[in-house]
Nanobody, 127 residues
Framework: QVQLVESGGGLVQAGGSLRLSCAAS????????MGWFRQAPGKEREFVVV????????LYADSVKGRFTISRDNDKNTVYLQMNSLKPEDTGVYYC????????????????????WGQGTQVTVSS
């Protein structure tokens, strides 16, 4: 069982930065690939980025490549999302999620591959 709690969201102007954190409970955190998803109003939840259990492999959505950086600290059971050069279209609720890497591989991108989800944190980027 893994419980996830996101933090770090807020209101920022276009071009600004935010750093999201996702704290996980449970002793098996390092067995999970960790992903970030987001959901804008009226839209479906979409994949943003994923990091393998070791932290050595990452995969980004094209829309955030070069602007967002994911990292993880398995000693602290925490995954981070550094978001730079934010755009209004980055606005949405950001969710972290955990996927058992043994079952779905190192970089799952589909919602159904993830077993555990956080409650989400709101990110609003003003123009």
């Amino acid at each position: 069982q893994v419980q996830l709690v996101e933090s770090g969201g807020g209101l920022v102007q276009a071009g600004g930065s935010l750093r999201l954190s996702c704290a996980a409970s449970g002793r098996t955190f390092s067995r999970y690939a960790m992903g970030w998803f987001r959901q804008a109003p009226g839209k479906e939840r979409e994949f943003v980025v994923v990091i393998s259990w070791s932290g050595r492999i990452t995969l980004y959505a094209d829309s955030v490549k070069g602007r967002f950086t994911i990292s993880r600290d398995n000693d602290k059971n925490t995954v981070y999302l550094q978001m730079n050069s934010l755009k209004p279209e980055d606005t949405g609720v950001y969710y972290c999620a955990a996927a058992p890497q043994e079952r779905v591989g190192v970089t799952p991108t589909a919602l159904h591959e993830y077993d555990y989800w956080g409650q989400g944190t709101q990110v609003t980027v003003s123009s």
